[in-house]
């Protein structure tokens, strides 16, 4: 099933649409410089809830800069999981004085003399500020002890740090969402073979993508030994799964919602998530416990 919408005529015999265009059109009228095409009903449905949200999101803004709170949320996960695509969804419609996306590159000389959580604490937010890490300090986690960025050392100080760290941050008034995007190893595949192919996506393909695929099991120990280690009662992990793209943007924001209190909030059975794309971060433990004999099946 579809949905009819009208679109300005073009050349091309193929339309790709931005997204929300689908939307915006659905109503136009006919004319003779327009031309109808179909679009899957679920399209329609995916843009009508992410918009729903998108005010939602606008809300929380609205009553963080009123109360002066700061938030936190950290986005972590395999490369092509998902991560930028969400946070772009996201902080589409907020005012940017409140809310910034924090995606630092690889630290200096200089910051690699530093604490190691020095170069993250630049970055939190003052009052009032929504602050979004795409990627944060659990580089140290999973990236930099597969790929020979961090010693053995580093690694276990890491594990043994960041719960103090992140306890000294909650109990500073910073409220911590911690998101990690898990991603199939089929489908991470797909991806990088998509981005390869488009030269508008090809920026995003670097060396330590190329090798995350044989990697994978490695990858995978390092995933339960953060969530082992780092998912704690005050800042605790929530894994989406991301295979289904657009489902993992909505349940993400939804869930996201539904942790906060703010003025005009919709009621929460609008809010609830799909058990299936959201799983607390122990319950992630529980599984990979099960199935470590076997890490190219689980996850990543």
């Known amino acids: 099933m579809g949905a009819l919408c009208e679109l300005p005529v073009t050349k091309s015999s ?18 003779d410089k327009r031309v109808q095409i179909w679009v899957p009903k679920s399209t329609i449905e995916y843009e009508q809830e992410k918009l729903k949200l998108q005010i939602e999101l606008l809300k929380l803004q609205t009553h963080v800069r009123k109360t002066g709170q700061r938030i936190v949320m950290l986005f972590e996960g395999r490369d092509a999981a998902g991560k930028g695509g969400t946070i772009k969804r996201i902080r589409e419609h907020l005012n940017p004085r409140g809310a910034r996306v924090v995606a630092l590159e690889k630290p ?23 602050v ?7 580089n140290r986690a999973m990236v930099e002890p597969v790929m020979g960025f961090c010693t053995d050392e ?11 760290f992140e306890r000294i941050l909650t109990k500073e008034g910073i409220i911590l969402i911690k998101l990690y995007f898990s991603v199939s190893k089929k489908m991470q595949l797909k991806r990088f073979e998509k981005r390869a192919k488009d030269p508008l996506k090809q920026y995003k393909l670097s060396p330590v993508d190329m090798q995350a695929q044989e990697l994978w099991g490695e990858y995978t120990m390092r ?6 280690e780092t998912n704690t009662s005050l800042s605790p992990w929530t ?3 991301s295979d289904n793209k657009k489902r993992a943007r909505i349940n993400c924001m939804k869930h996201i919602l539904s942790k906060m209190d703010y003025e005009g909030k919709i009621d929460d059975s609008e809010l609830a998530v799909d058990p299936k794309i959201v799983i607390s971060g122990i319950d992630e433990i529980k599984l990979m416990e099960g199935n470590l004999a076997k890490p190219h099946k689980l996850p990543g």
């Open 14 to 31: 193929k339309v790709k649409l931005s997204e929300g265009e689908a939307l915006k059109n659905r109503d136009s009228k006919e004319s």
């Open 108 to 130: 200096s000389d200089r910051e690699r003399t530093q604490w190691y959580f020095q170069r993250y604490t630049d970055h939190l937010p003052s009052a009032g500020e929504i």
């Open 132 to 138: 979004l890490f795409d990627r944060s300090w659990y």
């Open 154 to 164: 580093q690694h276990k100080r890491f594990l043994k740090y960041s719960p103090v």
């Open 223 to 228: 995933k339960f030994q953060m969530l082992l």
């Open 239 to 241: 894994v989406i799964r």
